[in-house]
């Protein structure tokens, strides 16, 4: 107790000494906090938007030509057809799992009694459920009976279904419940709703229908729309690569495309995009553990300096102490202890700081969204760290003050008398 005494009258004597050793200590660990709870912000919100599909999965699109072949020009429009679906079932057995296609009808109206709203009419495989992750809440999703028997079943949002109820009701209501099995038009066509589903926040809803139906109601012919299909087996880049030249060689001999002409088609490639985000965080998380490390290192450069400086403004008090007889233990216990005490306490004080500016961050900027006109995009998830890290960087922090102060603490303690009583 004594001990804790005489170290608070030496920091009340000392208060700007005090004040800005305590700030370099705090202001390190407050700043690799906040750093890495805004990196995190960052990285779940990319993480959030690459999750929402099936990793192992292609979205193919068609596109135009590049180069001519045959006698035909380039710059031809590709429109992907009933051919090339087949070719993706049989052609890549090894590699395609289950094929789907999605074909869409923009600005349809819905109805349901009085109500009713505008929305995009989406053709759908029974596979477009696990792509997409989609999560039901009521019924079910389009099924391969409904695909084979061209059945007028429809699979609407929850906030679709809302609308066209004329309510507001939230959450797993009755009465959203009760939609299933009721009949909606759309234009001049009654659909059974089979199914309610999950809207989610950053994108526009489509209505689900199966496949053939929709294709059939418009007289598409063998407009295929865009291909999408599960894959196993690619598990690296070059794999994948490889793949892909391979299957755009393929569609191009249905389409008289020349064989190196690789931008005639466009694949969205799930499982490749992954890779590359996660190479992508992996590099903003060390980057940003390095600056953090290096904002924590100026504290300590900072702790280290003023340690110095304290001892060596005390040497005549420590040679005074050495002379009545104070042992080189004592001096040496006293500088360790002041240095302990005041590394954590304004540690501390730097981690609540940084743990309050993060939750502040997560308040105004988690789940913050973008309009990029056709969807929203969030951009910062969750702009937090965990309490393990606050908790080891305070830790980090305490251990290199007390490391600082034994460096001068133990010149300090080794000093003759007669040496620090002529000191200035």
């Known amino acids: 107790m004594e001990l804790?005494?005489?170290?608070?009258?030496?920091?009340?004597?000392n208060k700007l000494r005090t004040g800005l050793t305590g700030f370099a200590v705090a202001w390190?660990?407050?700043?690799?906090?906040?750093?890495l709870g805004?990196?995190?912000?960052?990285?779940?919100?990319?993480?959030?938007?690459t999750d929402r599909f099936l990793s192992n999965s292609m979205m193919v699109f068609g596109g135009r030509t590049t180069k001519p072949y045959r006698g035909l020009q380039e710059g031809r429009y590709l429109p992907l057809k009933d051919r090339d679906i087949e070719a993706t079932q049989n052609d890549f057995p090894h590699t395609v799992d289950e094929v789907g296609a999605i074909l869409s009808q923009y600005w349809q109206t819905v109805t349901f009694g009085q109500q009713y709203l505008t929305t995009s009419l989406a053709g759908v495989y029974p596979n477009h459920f696990q792509i997409d992750k989609t999560e039901m809440l009521h019924g079910r999703f389009i099924n391969q009976i409904d695909l084979r028997q061209k059945r007028k079943v429809i699979v609407v949002g929850n906030n679709q279904a809302r609308e066209l109820l004329g309510t507001q009701t939230s959450g797993l209501s009755p009465q959203l419940s009760a939609f299933i099995g009721q009949y909606v038009k759309v234009g001049n066509f009654a659909f059974r709703v089979v199914g309610i589903y999950k809207e989610r926040e950053n994108g526009n809803a489509d209505a689900f229908v199966p496949y053939s139906t929709l294709k059939t109601m418009y007289a598409m012919g063998d407009d295929a729309g865009r291909i999408e299909f599960t894959f196993h087996g690619l598990k690296t880049e070059l794999q994948n690569e490889r793949f892909e030249r391979s299957y755009k060689q393929r569609l191009g001999a249905n389409h008289q495309v020349a064989p190196d002409d690789e931008d005639a088609f466009w694949l969205w490639n799930r499982y490749t995009q992954s890779m590359q985000m996660q190479q992508g965080i992996s590099i903003i998380r060390s980057a940003l553990w390095i600056v953090g490390l290096f904002t924590l290192l100026s504290g300590i450069v900072g702790v280290s300096n003023i340690m110095l400086i304290t001892v060596k403004e005390r040497t005549h008090e420590f040679g005074i102490r050495k002379a009545i007889g104070a042992k080189?233990?004592?001096?040496?216990?006293?500088?360790?202890?002041?240095?302990?005490?005041?590394?954590s306490v304004f540690g501390y004080v730097g981690m609540l700081l940084g743990i309050a500016a993060n939750e502040y961050m997560n308040a105004t900027l988690g789940n913050m969204q973008v309009d990029a006109g056709l969807f929203k995009a969030t951009m910062f998830v969750d702009p937090t760290v965990g309490l393990g890290v606050c908790i080891e960087a305070t830790l980090v922090m305490i251990i290199a003050g007390t490391l600082a102060g034994l460096i001068p603490a133990l010149k300090a303690s080794r000093i003759r008398p007669i040496e620090a009583l002529r000191a200035d």
């Open 328 to 343: 080189p233990w004592s001096i040496l216990r006293l500088i360790i202890i002041e240095s302990i005490i005041i590394t």
């Open 28 to 35: 390190g660990i407050f700043m690799l906090i906040v750093l």
């Open 38 to 49: 805004a990196g995190n912000g960052l990285i779940n919100a990319q993480m959030k938007q």
């Open 4 to 13: 804790l005494n005489e170290i608070w009258q030496t920091a009340r004597r």
